[in-house]
Structure formats: structure tokens, C-alpha cells
């Protein structure tokens, strides 16, 4: 039942986004809605008042022991920065003791870690699950 949420496109909300340095402090934390999609091929991150963030997928990795509560999936992509490069980026979506996260490290700043708590986290046709 779990691997079935590894197939489907997934959509997390969070109010909140905080900017952190490699050793975890939080250097920036910014009130804002943020709906995150992930799909097979595409992730796109919509920041309220802001350019959605599109990125293709380059790798998957899906486990989750209980869907959309406890597991993690990483997952490689490629964005395309405003300038017109190609920028790398790990995404994580991870599910652990009630909570769910996602972090983005990018390639070109590993100094930096961008964490969001989800709000909602479930299937994009589904109404999402807290």
C-alpha cells in the first residue's frame, strides 16, 4: 500500500519556510504559503507571490513504510535558474514521528538547506492528508 504513493504525483502545502546553513541553524524564516508537486518527471515549487520553481527529474527514490506518514523519498532534478542555467538540486520529502519535512539542498549552495514543514501531504487528486 505504501509503494503505491511512489507512483502517484504528490502535492505538499507549508505556511512557513525557513533558510538554513549546513550545520542547521535557521538564518531566515519566511511566513509565506508554498505548494510543492512532484510527479514522476516534474517538480514544480509555487511560492505564494513568487514564479513557480520548475525542475525535471533526473531519480527517484521512494520508501515509505506507511503512506504519506512515515518513509522518505529523495529525489535528483534539474531546475532552470533565472539566468538560463541548469542547477542540480536533492530534494527530500520525509515522513517521521508525525511530521513530514521537505528539504532542498542545491549543488551550486550546499552551505544552504531550505526546510518547510508540510501542512497537508497527499495524492494531487486527492484532497491532501495532514
Not at 549546513?22 to 505548494?35: D, L, Q, T
Not at 541548469?86 to 542545491?106: P, S
Request: a negative charge; aromatic letters at 4%.
Amino acid at each position: 500500500m505504501a509503494w503505491a504513493q511512489c507512483d502517484r504525483e504528490v502535492v505538499l502545502t507549508s505556511s512557513k519556510t525557513e533558510y538554513q546553513n549546513a550545520a542547521g541553524v535557521v538564518e531566515r524564516s519566511v511566513e509565506e504559503r508554498c505548494v510543492i508537486t512532484v510527479g514522476k518527471t516534474g517538480i514544480s515549487i509555487a511560492p505564494a507571490d513568487h514564479e513557480p520553481m520548475l525542475a525535471t527529474v533526473v531519480s527517484t527514490v521512494c520508501e515509505w513504510e506507511e503512506a504519506f506518514k512515515t518513509g522518505r523519498t529523495t529525489v535528483q532534478a534539474t531546475f532552470q535558474e533565472r539566468d538560463g542555467k541548469a542547477g542540480d538540486a536533492t530534494i527530500t520529502i520525509e515522513g517521521k514521528d508525525g511530521k513530514i519535512t521537505c528539504t532542498m539542498t542545491q549543488k551550486s549552495r550546499p552551505d544552504r538547506v531550505i526546510l518547510v514543514v508540510a501542512d497537508t501531504f497527499g495524492e494531487k487528486t486527492a484532497a491532501p492528508k495532514r
